[in-house]
């Protein structure tokens, strides 16, 4: 046999067996390609067609109120729901806090609680209007823990004016919670003593209304919002309510820091904390101006801080993003036609950059392409 054939021949016998097995194989993956595309057609379908799952308490913000006519100085409070810990803040107003009237006019808070003046300057502050309103009584704020003694936790002693007399209190006090009243309405040597106490005396009486039942946590909440009237606010009321005393609840004071000034104290608001820790979750927010980070060094972490630096302003700050490359040297701050004076403000925040004109932008948007001229030690 000549050895031209041979060699066909044993190349002929290798194909054939090839694409035997070749057929062996498709039969046998082709149910697994079928079920695979079923199973993919399946998912995508339920993707395309799941009902989005909405947080019902996301942009929840209640004032609330405690003092009726009868009852002595009113207390307040800001409940303001957290979407990302998925929980309620509760910030104390305090009676010294210094807000400013519609015509720009000084005014104290404590003047004003117990009247609509308080919603509307407070909502101003906050740069979004407090839609809702919650005002108890100091016998229903009470009845919150039920029939209990609170263990009140004082950061420092504080002195008030109880029952005509002053007092000192330390940490670790005792109140029945129906004389709770007689600590929140009490004045205080100055503004610090009185919010220091409506601090641990809030966090106490919600702390022990979060241990009760749910069945009592669940009727105390529709007695203290069923004066109520109009059914929205009251449903709003009742869900900030119930979030205050479902889990652990962060308490502290409205942003701001306490003067002397003119030989009277008084708390200053901080409008930049306002902004980052309260305006920015307020229900209705929505700003004026968006300006978008990019990282142009590569250098880890370096845009969340920027975010972290520029949340003081009024704007909204989507998440960081990676530049077209890692090679600047210098921070860029690209600002539309009419942003020019944020971007003026960035700058002075970063304190690196140089503003240049955005053509391609909208008028109103902003990009920080940050470069290696800005280190992660600026920032921190």
């Known amino acids: 046999m000549p050895k031209g054939y041979r060699t066909r021949y044993v190349k002929k016998r290798r194909r054939e067996r090839r694409q035997r097995w070749q057929l062996v194989l498709l039969y046998a993956v082709a149910p697994l390609v079928a079920l695979g595309a079923v199973v993919g057609a399946y998912f995508l379908a339920r993707a395309l067609t799941a009902t989005e799952q909405v947080d019902p308490d996301r942009g929840r913000m209640v004032l609330i109120v405690v003092g009726a006519e009868d009852d002595g100085q009113p207390a307040a ?24 009237g519609p015509q720009g006019e000084y005014v104290m808070a404590g003047d004003q609680m117990g009247t609509p003046a ?15 309103e919650l005002r108890l009584s100091y016998r229903q704020l009470a009845r919150i823990a039920g029939d209990t003694t609170l263990r ?9 004016r109880v029952d005509g007399a002053w007092r ?43 241990l009760r ?68 979750l307020a229900p209705g927010y929505a700003a004026r101006y968006t300006i978008l980070i990019r990282n142009g060094t590569g250098e880890a972490g370096i845009g969340g801080l920027v975010h972290q630096r520029l949340a003081v302003l009024d704007a909204a700050l989507p998440s960081p993003a990676n530049a077209d490359s890692f ?8 600002a539309g036609s009419d942003a020019l004076a944020v971007a003026e403000d960035v700058r002075a925040i970063l304190g690196r950059g140089v503003v240049l004109s955005g053509e391609q932008l909208p ?5 920080v392409i940050v470069g290696a001229d800005l280190q992660v030690r600026d920032l921190q």
């Open 213 to 280: 039942t749910a069945e009592q946590r669940r009727a105390v909440v529709e007695e203290s919002t069923a004066e109520v009237s109009d059914e929205t606010r009251r449903a709003a009321a009742g869900r900030a309510l119930t979030g205050l005393l479902s889990r652990p609840v962060d308490v502290a004071r409205f942003p701001s820091e306490g003067k002397v000034s003119e030989g009277q104290f008084a708390f200053r608001p901080d409008r930049s904390t306002v902004m980052t820790d309260i305006t920015r």
């Open 363 to 367: 008028a109103r948007t902003l990009v």
């Open 327 to 334: 090679d600047y040297d210098r921070t860029e701050i690209l």
């Open 152 to 160: 009140i936790t004082l950061e420092r002693p504080v002195e008030l």
């Open 168 to 210: 000192t209190y330390e940490d670790g006090i005792e109140v029945p919670a129906d004389r709770l009243e007689s600590l929140l309405a009490a004045e205080g040597r100055d503004g610090e003593d009185e919010d220091t106490m409506a601090q641990a005396a809030f966090a106490a009486l919600l702390h022990a209304g979060a």
């Open 118 to 132: 308080l919603r509307r300057d407070l909502g101003r502050l906050v740069g979004v209007p407090l839609k809702d």
């Open 77 to 100: 409070g800001l409940a303001l729901y957290d979407p990302v810990r998925r929980s309620y803040r509760f910030y104390t107003v305090p009676r010294a806090l210094l807000l400013e």
